[in-house]
């Protein structure tokens, strides 16, 4: 019998993502369809119900761009991170990080005018995600130390942080005592561009493009990019590796606090405990889709914004959210396994491969 | 010129391997091998880098399937799909990277693959220790592997392979990982194991080895068997070094080195460590002058790659000192060298010397890229010039200049790489198997970028395998063999067999400068 095996091709598929991403939903449209069935759902309701709610007319398309814009800015948090091949998976906290130094800003200057304060809001969003990520990018930059986990260890001092001030000094005495903190003043909030859809998403789209531009076109972006392909090679050519992996993982996390502080105004309003609402985690599978290429994260994170806001919607049909959940997770798992066969061809044994496995004589 | 012993009777033969032949693309490994086993007998395969020794011992385990070739056991055909059919027909390969676990102990290390389901650990590590004791290999079985020496190690390797029952091992030069008194002691253990009635097929490159440890041994060159089954009491090591390396094809028909000028690369007493922190070389002292085209000569794993390493400043050196251009580089940045004058063509090309996930122009500009800066940005008009120079001038096949840089044939990347090194006209060129893999047009593309280079002035170092390459290359030769420098030569008056002895650690090889 002939076993299949997987063979490294010489160049990509071109166009492989796209269509890796597209086998993907289809997948997960067909793998929904048999766990709607199965629990008893009529697919054309849920699915065109999904479709309404997630892109069926401007109020629809607000909520998914309002969505969005989190994703998109944790996905590039990620992806930044992840072009020199470093992986940021406190992007969670550093989003509570960026929501609480915005959340603190606002009340020491509820009385700054508007746009003064929105802005200042915003960087310390920026530089309160970008210090928790200081302890890892040295750490890592310096002793080598594995990011994977500081990154990750430090999510749980977040939440334990931000469930501190709610439950303690930020806690609103107003509010019946849930854990909340108050909410922000009017004008610390951002205004809207359509419907509901806010100023954050040209802010996301500005970082976004800023970043891109600044990966693919500048020396700095060259350096991340040598770097992230072979560290011998940049070693090579004279790239100082610690202060590359300092700089990127410090910037890393200062997109994703700045997309806690854009949740913060644009959305929530105020700091509660499910102000990174998983953001930070859907940011790595955004990112992951985007191959980690800044560019890429924009057309992801819209993609999954309106699913994620579609999977909500169905609830309301007496669906469970689980459905969403592994509607998403099977997006997922297509799109990654569809990836792969823009990479890799499979080749019957005994065919000979285009590249040798591993010519050693 | 195949020679054979007296004709045995097949069905005594331990192993056969008749017409092996194994291509890859653009290489033939194996053309129609033959090999010949006798039970109870310690087998050398002998052959240089490149000659099909592992090629057609992956085929024995299993790892390999052979284009074509016969392999017989005890006179039964074979057909192996895996390593798993080899290892129960009772072939046996001990790799010369060790697969051993760190954190187990050397018993379920062995056990590893093929323990019980339910693990009794007293019980194995005394049936494990009882197996030790037979072969004399002194290892403690509830010792955690990573407390032990590369030479345990390769104990623990061998334990493996016997607790699987093997009768034929395989050993992949087994003693570069060995001081000498461990080499003695592994001579004894495989031939215990001989007297056991398994028998060894021992790899290696040291020929005094294979005259103390072996029984026979077969001879490879260019991928067939130049002899089989040598009787190794009758057989001296310079007949075993004169099949291996051939007959000499030099012939010097090159411009004679320009007059030398002043030296501008110099080693003093340079040592530096190799990746397991043991000296890689020591104590090396040479000078290249200007004009001078030097090369170094070495069977692989003997201290090269480590001293271009130290050389381009990728690794630290422990001793001794560095000058290159009058100025001490022994401690300088790799690019501070660069600055002062160093071209580097690494032995990795993809993973040192480009960057594989970037496009043409990304790599092309690697040397410059800072000299090509607007504010912030790349002018990426002046990339895709210099790249689109580079590609012109040193003949690059390349279509689409911003696309991967890992779609470019063996012989196009090489030729980028070079060019990209010499376009900065380095007064000190380094290249590491600068020739490897390439096509012949490649080879002489390269190799006339580099005298070029030298008529121009430079001091070139060239490290290669390819003892006919730097024969007629180079205007000087050193051998390198246990991280020492064993002799200088002058390569228009040398033959072929004295280069290959002294790079085979002959002790009757002799400097002759």
């Known amino acids: 019998m002939k076993r299949p095996r997987l063979n490294l091709r010489e160049a990509p598929l071109p166009g492989g993502q796209p269509l890796a991403f597209a086998i993907g939903l289809t997948i997960a449209l067909f793998v929904g369809t048999l766990l709607l069935l199965g629990a008893g759902h009529d697919p054309v309701r849920i699915y065109s119900r999904m479709f309404e709610a997630s892109l069926g007319g401007p109020d629809a398309w607000a909520v998914t761009l309002n969505r969005a814009v989190p994703l998109g800015l944790a996905g590039l948090a990620v992806a930044i991170a992840g072009s020199m091949g470093l992986w940021n998976i406190g992007a969670e906290g550093q989003i509570m990080a960026g929501a609480i130094a915005a959340s603190w800003v606002a009340r020491i200057g509820g009385d700054w005018p508007g746009l003064v304060l929105i802005v200042v809001m915003l960087l ?58 108050p909410m922000l003043p009017d004008q610390a909030r951002l205004p809207t561009l359509f419907s509901r859809a806010h100023y954050g998403l040209l802010i996301a789209a500005a970082v976004i493009l800023i970043s891109s531009l600044a990966v693919r076109y500048t020396a700095w972006g060259y350096e991340l990019r040598i770097a992230g392909s072979s560290e011998a090679t940049a070693r090579y050519s004279g790239i100082s590796l610690s202060r590359k992996i300092l700089t990127v993982l410090v910037i890393s996390g200062g997109i994703a606090g700045l997309a806690g502080g854009v949740e913060l105004t644009g959305t929530a309003d105020r700091l509660t405990e499910s102000i990174s609402n998983g953001f930070g985690f859907a940011g790595i599978i955004v990112a992951a889709l985007a191959l980690m290429r800044p560019s890429g994260v924009a057309v992801v994170a819209l993609l999954f914004g309106a699913v994620q806001i579609g999977g909500q919607s169905i609830q309301t049909l007496g669906v469970s959210s689980s459905v969403s959940t592994i509607l998403q997770a099977f997006v997922l798992f297509g799109a990654i396994g569809a990836g792969v066969f823009s990479r890799y061809r499979i080749l019957l044994e005994g065919e000979a491969p285009a590249v040798p496995e591993k010519v050693n004589q | 010129m195949t020679q054979t012993s007296s004709p045995t009777d097949e069905s005594q033969l331990a192993v056969q391997l008749s017409e092996v032949w194994k291509t890859f693309p653009g290489v033939v490994a194996n053309a129609g091998v033959e090999l010949s086993v006798r039970p109870r007998t310690i087998h050398a395969l002998l052959g240089e880098n490149g000659a099909g020794k592992s090629t057609l011992m992956n085929i024995l385990a299993g790892v390999y399937r052979p284009d074509r070739g016969e392999l017989k056991l005890h006179g039964r055909a074979h057909q192996f799909r895996n390593p798993a059919d080899a290892l129960s027909a009772g072939i046996g390969m001990v790799h010369q990277e060790f697969r051993l676990i760190p954190s187990f102990s050397v018993a379920e290390n062995v056990v590893l693959g093929s323990a019980p389901s339910v693990i009794k650990t007293r019980q194995i590590e005394a049936e494990v220790a009882a197996m030790a004791d037979k072969f004399g290999l002194r290892v403690d079985p509830a010792q955690p592997l990573w407390q032990l020496s590369m030479g345990e190690r390769q104990k623990v390797e061998i334990l493996k392979v016997l607790w699987r029952d093997a009768q034929v091992l395989i050993l992949d030069e087994p003693t570069t990982v060995l001081t000498p008194g461990e080499v003695d002691e592994l001579g004894e253990i495989l031939r215990r194991m001989a007297d056991d009635g398994r028998c060894i097929i021992f790899i290696s490159h040291k020929l005094h080895e294979v005259s103390e440890i072996c029984d026979e041994a077969t001879v490879l060159r260019q991928g067939k068997t130049v002899a089989s089954s040598l009787d190794m009491a009758t057989t001296d090591s310079t007949e075993l070094a004169r099949l291996m390396v051939g007959a000499s094809p030099t012939s010097p028909n090159r411009p004679a080195a320009a007059t030398l000028g002043v030296p501008l690369l110099e080693l003093k007493e340079l040592s530096a460590r190799g990746d397991r922190g043991i000296d890689a070389f020591s104590d090396i002292s040479f000078q290249i002058h200007s004009g001078e085209i030097v090369g170094i000569a070495g069977v692989a794993g003997n201290g090269q790659r480590e001293l271009a390493d130290v050389i381009a400043g990728l690794r630290p050196s422990t001793r001794g000192s560095l000058i290159m251009n009058d100025a001490d580089m022994t401690t300088a940045s790799p690019r501070q060298r660069f600055l002062s004058g160093l071209g580097y063509i690494p032995e990795d090309r993809l993973g040192v010397g480009l960057a594989p996930r970037l496009s043409i122009t990304d790599n092309a500009i690697l040397r410059v890229y800072r000299q090509q800066r607007r504010g912030p940005f790349i002018v990426a008009a002046k990339a895709l010039s210099y790249c689109k120079d580079i590609v012109e001038r040193f003949r690059v096949r390349a279509g689409d200049l911003g696309g991967p840089i890992a779609a470019l044939s063996g012989g196009n990347l090489q030729r980028l790489l070079v060019g990209r090194e010499l376009d900065s006209q380095p007064s000190v060129v380094l290249a590491a198997q600068p020739t490897r893999g390439l096509d012949v047009q490649g080879v002489k593309a390269i190799q006339d970028l580099l005298l070029e280079r030298r008529n121009a002035g430079a001091a070139v170092l060239m490290i290669s395998e390819d003892l006919d390459e730097l024969l007629t290359l180079t205007d000087r030769l050193l051998v390198m063999e246990g991280g020492t420098i064993r002799g200088e030569f002058n390569p228009r008056t040398t033959s072929r067999q004295e280069v290959g002895l002294a790079m085979l650690a002959d002790t009757k090889a002799v400097s002759r400068p």
């Open chain 1, 124 to 181: 310390a969003a920026l530089g309160g995600g970008g210090l928790l990520a200081v302890g890892p990018a040295i750490a890592r930059a310096r002793l080598g130390v594995n990011e994977i986990i500081t990154t990750l260890m430090l999510n749980e001092v977040a939440i334990r942080l931000v469930q501190w001030l709610i439950h303690g000094p930020w806690k609103d005495p107003g509010a019946h005592n849930f854990p909340l903190a």
